[in-house]
């Protein structure tokens, strides 16, 4: 009952619990400005606009609507124009006698309206069609479309700017229209404004259009810089003008674009960063070519950061005399200003009173308070990119300690242990209690980012006691187990914190409770990481193959840096020091260029490389090593074949590098030796004879010397024989020239191919290959055959009058081969973490095969004699490229490779739209990407009907939109969609009309008389020219008769196969095309802004035309639309052994 009585008494400044919010008025009912605020007694509301003193209830034009705890005002205008004098910053005040809080500034802009625009240009030349859309908080999406709500055809030459505007690199006549409207779209509020169409007309150009080089239409100029901020997403932009269309290629000076947060759009008009990070920052370059010449702009992009907390004060209570220290700080890139304000009061404006100072980190120090202190204190932190405001209660308040615990407690403890005695107290200043024991204490814990910490408190009690109660705090503030988040989880005597973040960090207390007593103990919680990769890389002491290099270490992140490493170019480990040395001696090679990075390591990992340090170059010098593995493998007779290992281009210390081949006999040649030079291996020496020794040796040389003098070793030239290899080398003894008769010629070597794939029936029809050769010729290499095949091989004679009788067939088999890509691969997902494969087996195998080598990711998989596999466990948020290869014994085929992702399960559909007509309503939706399509219902009702409305059958989420039809016009209606019972959207629409027929026109008397009137004059005018054609009428069929043949009456010939005919042009323009008037084959919808995935496109295209304008069309439009996953196949045909060929391919 005191408790009660003391919460009740005690009374609470203003704090605001609903901030206003920066709103873009397209129509007068967008105009609405509310603030809620709690505090005791209720706050008192006044507002500010641009810093000056706004009453919105003075306003005739504002309605104000106030109640305990809020106030909104909204305006009573009919017109937009009215409007425009309200545009401006507004910030909220709450008040009461304990202090004023204020809210954030909201910004509040109105849209205006654009007149009709029309643009001439002449062929050839570029142009800008401005779509200008109007300033909003809210990122729009800009679609350029036609009277027939069909996207404008986007391409290299025709593309859309961040700014909205269409770009034209060069016009050509066909881009003549006056339809070209520019829609804008704002997902968050479900609205689209369609601007006025504008009128291009294109000149054509008296002569054929002069070629022109590239040139940047936007940006303009030749460097542009950015300063955007870290995390967000950055779009660089090149639009460019010339004829031909410019080719448009992105680089960074530098160093690499990264994969990773780096996208091309708009037909590489665009380099898109997601998530940009510090190491983003640097310069980047478009490049435009064609056939005129080159145009390049350079970016420079700095990253910076928009003010955030680091450290804010806590409202709290206080005792007259205390000291109050309130910590606020921040950081961000360029650094936050702190500046305070007192119930919105700034310092500066405020009587300076020697009891309060700030301090140089911002915090803010009141001395010996007193209850004139009670206020709310604001902390804002600001830099150019914006600012934060925190409002901060300190409440001075006097209140005598009281105990709360009973009195007359009988306490029971055991022999030798220590009594704790509880005592609950309130008061202000806080009454310090000290109790001191507790069994076993939490211990300290040092925890990575994103990992779980786990406390554990033990404690001993007496039974009789009962359960202790144990209650964790942090940083003395009292925890409870999460739900939401599961950020904290409470496990018997365990305290577990998940997915550990910097806020994390602090002191956690256990206090364990009894109704006797109390005792806590408390351990901190500190986050670790890898280290700060080290910076200032420093190059001392250079001598003739060493230098020393040093470095700055950099943060340890609260885990002592254990290991240092130094990279060279290539990133090659060249040693390891201590983390407490900060400077290395490395040995260098002869005739290289180095750069150096260092990577600190300490038991949390590696840090990133260090910046690269400044180039270093050594001089050259003589090589100190010769190549190693000298040998012969000599294969034709006659030959020595010298090979040895290549030396690394390390180890040529000098210009002009090759390598000193010298051979010589074992026996008979004394101690001369044969000498040439030669840059890579193998040297071979001819007319040496079979199979004799030789002494051989090679040395390195380069412009600054010789190695070192190498020791000979022992090879032999090749032997006599018969050559056979991987390819077919046949050896044959000539003829007798004077069985020739006549002028030899040479040998025909005549290779047949028996079959294909031996211990196999043949893929193909046998074919002879027929090689010549010269007459003095005696062996013949044959490449190119086929592996794992089977062949025969046959010589004859030849001379001017033909071919002598062939030799006896030779039969022979060639060796398995790996084999060719397999023919198909398509991937499918049956769940989340799911993905299951088909393929089929390659068209040529080359051999055996033995199963199959299935690479994903860093995982590999071989596979035995199947054709599908199912992978599970994967990651439902990433995106996977699988690499599968046929086996044979000879080894891994070609790789056929594709990429794709699991398919996720079903959710209703999102960005929900209902366009409205008298007796329907087009209700059109997005589906999620990646999900698979669920079934829902749209529920809808008049109010008087109550819950008693009517329920479409189930509608497909892949449909992208449904109409309502048989809806009684000017009646309220309510919407309801509902999936797996649940309703997840709501809607109340009005359908147009007044609800009453008008009597029509068409029933009318005199209506009817006139158009009898009409086909009674049609008729006799179809009598009269039947009489005239019946009596002999001329007609041109004469004349045509004996003008020229017609070209379908001449005699088709070869070469005018395919010609232009005038009479099928004619006879085509009377069939109007399927495609003209339909949605579903517009290329627009087939390929949104280069788009490949096509379901996904359309499906959007689809939802957006319809939003606009579309009330006619019902789902049938989009009937049998598949599932938006990435794995969705599209059109796919029946392969020869059945499995598909054809999928829808991420890359």
């Keep these: 009952c005191l408790t009660l009585v003391l919460v009740h008494a005690v009374k609470r400044p203003p704090v605001i619990t609903t901030q206003p919010e920066s709103v873009t008025v397209f129509s007068i009912e967008d105009l609405v400005m509310s603030c809620e605020a709690s505090g005791n007694p209720p706050p008192k509301f006044r507002w500010t606009k641009d810093g000056e003193e706004f009453d919105p209830g003075s306003d005739p034009e504002m309605k104000v609507t106030k109640d305990s705890g809020s106030f909104a005002f909204y305006t009573l205008s009919n017109t937009m124009d009215t409007l425009k004098q309200y545009q401006g910053k507004y910030v909220c005040y709450a008040s009461n006698e304990l202090g004023t809080a204020m809210s954030n500034e909201a910004v509040l802009i109105t849209d205006g309206t654009t007149a009709k625009v029309t643009e001439k240009a002449e062929e050839g030349n570029s142009i800008v069609l401005k779509c200008n859309p109007p300033q909003s908080s809210m990122e729009p999406i800009i679609h350029w479309m036609d009277w027939k709500l069909l996207h404008i055809q986007l391409s290299e030459r025709v593309v859309v700017g961040k700014d909205g505007s269409l770009y034209f690199a060069h016009l050509t006549t066909e881009d003549s229209r006056d339809d070209y409207t520019c829609n804008v779209q704002y997902l968050a509020t479900r609205t689209i404004l369609a601007k006025e169409p504008i009128t291009l007309t294109v000149n054509p150009s008296n002569s054929v259009p002069r070629n022109r080089r590239p040139h940047m239409m936007r940006p303009t100029g030749a460097h542009s ?299 901190t919680l500190t986050l670790c990481d890898r280290p700060d990769p080290p910076s200032l890389l420093q190059i001392s002491n250079p001598k003739h193959l060493s230098i020393t290099l040093s470095w700055t270490p950099g ?95 390390r180890q040529f210390g000098g210009p002009d590098f090759k390598y000193r081949v010298l051979w010589r006999r074992v026996v008979g040649s004394g101690p001369n030796w044969h000498m040439n030079y030669t840059t890579e291996p193998p040297f071979i020496v001819g007319d040496v004879g079979n199979f004799s020794a030789f002494d051989i040796k090679v040395q390195a040389v380069n412009e600054k010397g010789v190695g070192p003098e190498p020791d000979p070793v022992i090879g032999y030239s090749a032997e006599d024989g ?22 030899l010629l040479g040998y025909k070597v005549l290779l047949g191919s028996r079959s294909h794939h031996r ?22 290499v044959i490449s190119e055959l086929r592996p794992y095949s089977s062949y025969k091989l046959a010589v004859a004679v030849y001379n001017t009058k033909g071919e002598g009788p062939k030799s006896e067939p030779l039969p022979f088999d060639t060796n398995e081969g790996v084999p060719g890509r397999p023919m198909s691969l398509i991937l499918d997902s049956p769940s989340e973490t799911e993905i299951t494969l088909h393929w089929t087996p390659p068209d040529e195998p080359n051999g055996i095969l033995v199963g199959y080598l299935l690479q994903y990711q860093q995982s590999e998989h071989p596979l035995y004699f199947i054709t599908d596999l199912t992978l599970r466990n994967l990651d439902r ?212 802004n280069g788009s490949s995935a096509v379901t996904t496109e359309l499906n959007m295209d689809e939802s957006l035309a319809s939003q606009i304008s579309r009330p006619s069309e019902g789902p049938e439009a989009y009937h049998g639309l598949q599932d938006s996953s990435l794995l969705n196949p599209t059109n796919v045909p029946s392969a020869t052994n059945g499995m598909p060929n054809s999928v829808t391919i991420l890359d």
Excluded at 572 to 599: C, H, N, Q
Excluded at 735 to 743: A, D, M, P
Excluded at 972 to 990: A, G, Q, S
Aim: aromatic share 8%; net charge negative.
């Design 555 to 649: 943060d340890d992140h609260n885990s002592p840096v254990q290991d240092q490493d130094s990279k060279e170019k290539g990133w090659e480990e060249l040693t390891k020091v201590r983390g407490d040395v900060e400077r290395a001696t490395l040995p260098l090679w002869a005739y290289m260029s180095y750069r150096f990075r260092v990577i600190a390591i300490n038991e949390e990992g590696k840090s990133d490389p260090s910046k690269p340090s400044q180039i270093h170059i050594t001089p050259a010098q003589a090589p100190d090593s010769n190549p190693e593995d000298v040998r012969s493998e000599s294969e034709d007779p006659g030959t020595l074949l010298i090979t040895w290992q290549k030396m690394e281009q």
């Design 722 to 743: 018969k050559i056979l290899s991987k390819v077919v080398l046949k050896q044959f003894s000539t003829i007798n020239k004077e069985t020739v008769r006549g002028h």
């Design 877 to 1088: 948020h990433s995106h996977y490229r699988f690499y599968l290869r046929g086996r044979t014994d000879t080894g891994d085929g070609e790789p056929i490779t594709m990429r794709g992702a699991t398919t996720l399960d079903g959710a209703p559909p999102v960005n929900i739209s209902v366009s409205v007509g008298e007796n329907s309503a087009n209700v059109t939706w997005i589906a999620k990407k990646r999900h698979r399509s669920v079934d829902f219902q749209i529920q809808y009702f008049r109010k008087k009907e109550g819950s008693k409305g009517k329920k479409t059958e189930k509608v497909n989420s892949s449909q992208s939109s449904h109409q309502l039809q048989g809806l009684t016009p000017g009646t309220h209606y309510w919407l309801h969609f509902i999936y797996n019972n649940n309703t997840f959207y709501e809607v109340e629409i009005d359908t147009n009309g007044t609800g009453s027929v008008q009597p029509s026109f068409a029933t009318q008397g005199w209506f009817i008389g006139v158009v009898s009137a009409i086909v009674l004059l049609l008729l006799i005018l179809l009598i009269l020219c039947f009489i005239k054609r019946s009596k002999g009428g001329k007609y041109s069929v004469k004349d045509k008769e004996d003008g020229p043949m017609d070209s379908e009456a001449r005699p088709m010939k070869d070469e005018t196969f395919g010609e232009y005919s005038d009479l099928e042009e004619k006879r085509t323009a009377s069939q109007p095309s399927l495609c003209e008037e339909s949605k579903l084959c517009s290329q627009d919808n087939l390929d949104f």
């Design 759 to 780: 211990h196999r029936r043949s893929l193909e029809s046998g074919s002879t290959t027929v090689v010549e050769t010269g007459p003095n010729e005696e062996r013949k």
């Design 225 to 523: 810089t950015y300063h955007t901020l870290r995390g967000q997403t950055l779009e660089l932009e090149c639009i460019v003008q010339g004829l031909p269309t410019p080719k448009l290629l992105w680089v960074r000076k530098d160093g690499e674009l990264s994969e990773s947060r780096t996208t091309k759009e708009m037909f590489d008009r665009r380099l898109r960063f997601t998530n940009i990070s510090e190491t983003d920052g640097g310069e980047y370059q478009c490049i435009a070519e064609n056939s005129q010449g080159r145009a390049v702009h350079t970016y420079t992009v700095t990253v910076e950061a928009a003010p955030y907390w680091t450290k804010e004060p806590v409202s709290q209570l206080y005792a007259p005399g205390e000291t109050v220290r309130l910590d606020c700080q921040a950081d961000g890139i360029p650094t936050p200003t702190i500046s305070w304000t007192i119930n919105g009061i700034p310092l500066s404006e405020i009587d300076k009173d020697p009891r309060r100072r700030l301090t140089a980190s911002g915090s803010l120090i009141l001395e010996d308070v007193n209850f004139g202190d009670t206020a709310i204190y604001q902390c804002q932190a600001s830099n150019k990119h914006g600012a934060i405001l925190t409002n901060t209660n300190v409440y001075v308040i006097e209140l005598s300690p009281q105990i709360l615990t009973e009195d007359s407690n009988t306490y029971t403890f055991t022999e030798g242990q220590k009594a704790l005695l509880e005592c609950e107290t309130f008061g202000s200043p806080k009454p310090k209690v000290l109790w001191t024991v507790i069994l076993s204490p939490p211990q300290a814990q040092k925890v990575q980012p994103g990992n779980t910490a786990i406390f554990t408190c033990q404690a001993l009690s007496d039974p009789r006691l009962g359960v202790p109660l144990i209650q964790w705090r942090k940083n003395d503030q009292k925890l409870f187990e999460s739900h939401s988040d599961e950020k904290y989880t409470f496990e018997g005597e365990d305290l577990m914190v998940a997915n550990v973040g910097l806020d994390d960090e602090g002191v956690y207390t256990c206090q364990v409770i009894t109704k006797m007593d109390m005792a806590e103990a408390s351990a």
